[in-house]
């Protein structure tokens, strides 16, 4: 067991005392992302709904990076991964990465293509 | 007795013993199972993704979905979802404290912890059951076209949505819920709706204030409404009522809407009753002293990789169920 806690979040921008109290932080700080991303669901501001990026609206791409930004202080203060060895947590985080951006990538491309069918093509569906 | 082993050293690789990745057997196996489990949960979002990118233009809108809040009558759109997302990392956080008081062997605190939560856990599991029967139940009502298209309604005047109990008309027709007591002939029947197709079809011609609105979105991200002809020529291809969703069809939209909702919100939260299980165990060991007699709290530790492993699913079904 990794008794030692590294305690710096943001690169070092952020040091705690202990452990008890990095907790708290995190806590702090994934609330602050939750409220700013059901805030920005419920206003919908008009310019990140009516703007594009790889073809989806750029409010959908901040909610993905917010999510990812939480599930990163998730995995590294509450799963402790911060505190175990390189390796370990290499394993654990890229093994997932590469095969799910992979299978992002190949469904996505099929469905926008069967998209294309159903509105391009001679099949009927919306009756 | 030490002087009995021979074989392997400390120094020697293949000797056992070693720990090379710095975690002992138990954490590691939790650790594969996560990154199993993973994978899985990466399988059904991203199978969600697909059925929606394959229907993006006519997707049911969360926002419209999801409005309600126990206790409370009116649209208040993702607050309900917010607040489960809170419980949820709250107790992930209690989480932490109950293995970081394990590490410092203090067995009450642990105790305390442990059991807040599994309050926070329980809470959860209850809300989405609640989310359930909500969904389940459905609110306004629709029509099913021929092609297993959903036709909703709102008013002319103020653009809110309808429910079919706002404009159907009472028609005194015979209609009688086939239910297993009345005949031994019976085999299986369809539950009757609360309305009729002919009920609400009278209802939306003698009512000019009603418009369908389609599934289709437009531009401005909202659903598409038909002008009063249009919705007098699309109500001929209307031929079923639907209220509230079961896993053939649903109210809001999409069919596969309400499969993926009831399937990965389901998985999800079957793995958080498990957790709360599972957490209960280990609290009543921590109470009776297990681990404190094996001198470390490891499995405290294990138990709560589960649990934030469930929180951070959970973050991500938030973020494409509720939100994107």
């Known amino acids: 067991m990794a008794h030692e806690h ?8 952020l040091k705690f005392k202990s452990n008890t109290q990095k907790i708290w932080g995190v806590l702090t700080f994934l609330t ?3 409220i700013v991303e059901v805030g920005l669901g419920i206003a919908k501001p008009e310019s990140l709904t009516h703007s594009y990026f790889l073809g989806m609206k750029v409010l959908n791409w901040i909610f993905i990076i917010l999510t990812l930004v939480k599930a990163y202080y998730i995995a590294w203060d509450f799963m402790h991964l911060r505190d175990e060895k390189s390796s370990l947590r290499r394993a654990i985080v890229w093994t997932p990465i590469f095969l799910v951006a992979y299978l992002i990538f ?21 009756f | 007795m030490d002087s009995t082993v021979t074989t392997g050293t400390e ?8 720990q090379p990745l710095g975690a002992s057997y138990g954490k590691l196996m939790m650790w594969f199972f996560l990154v199993s489990d993973a994978l899985t949960f990466s399988g059904f979002l991203a199978a969600y993704g697909f059925s929606r990118f394959k229907f993006i233009e006519t997707w049911p809108i969360a926002d419209e979905v999801f409005t309600h809040v126990p206790f409370f009558h009116g649209n208040y759109p993702m607050y309900y979802v917010a607040f489960m997302t809170f419980i949820l990392i709250m107790s992930s956080v209690t989480m932490v404290l109950a293995v970081d008081a394990g590490h410092k062997l203090q067995k009450t605190k642990v105790i305390w912890y442990m059991f807040l939560t599994i309050i926070g856990g329980a809470i959860f599991v209850g809300s989405q059951a609640w989310e359930w029967a909500t969904f389940i139940k459905g609110d306004f009502g629709a029509l099913e076209t021929k092609g297993g298209r959903v036709l909703q309604f709102v008013s002319a005047d103020s653009g809110d949505r309808l429910a079919l109990r706002d404009f159907a008309e009472t028609l005194h027709e015979d209609r009688v819920d086939h239910e297993k007591k009345n005949g031994i002939w019976y085999y299986k029947g369809d539950a009757l709706p609360s309305y009729s197709l002919n009920e609400v079809v009278e209802g939306v011609k003698s009512n000019p204030n009603v418009l369908i609105r389609t ?19 699309k109500l001929k291809d209307a031929t079923l009522v639907v209220e509230g969703a079961n896993l053939v069809r649903n109210e809001y939209g999409s069919r596969l809407f309400a499969d993926f909702f009831f399937f990965i919100t389901g998985f999800h939260g079957f793995h958080v009753f498990s957790g709360v299980v599972i957490n209960c165990i280990i609290f009543f060991n921590v109470i009776l002293g297990t681990y404190e007699r094996r001198g470390h709290y490891e499995m405290v530790e294990k138990v709560g990789l589960y649990w ?3 929180d951070l699913v959970w973050v991500f079904v938030f973020t494409f169920f509720y939100l994107v």
């Open chain 1, 106 to 126: 190949i469904l996505l491309f099929e469905a926008d293509y069967i998209y294309h069918v159903y509105t391009d093509g001679f099949v009927k569906w919306n």
């Open chain 1, 32 to 34: 602050l992302v939750t």
């Open chain 1, 6 to 13: 590294k305690l710096e979040i943001f690169r070092g921008l």
């Open chain 2, 11 to 18: 120094e020697n690789v293949w000797g056992g013993g070693n």
């Open chain 2, 308 to 310: 934030h492993f469930v």
């Open chain 2, 215 to 233: 599934e289709l979105i437009n531009e401005d991200g909202h659903k598409t409404v038909l002008t009063r002809d249009e919705t007098l020529k």
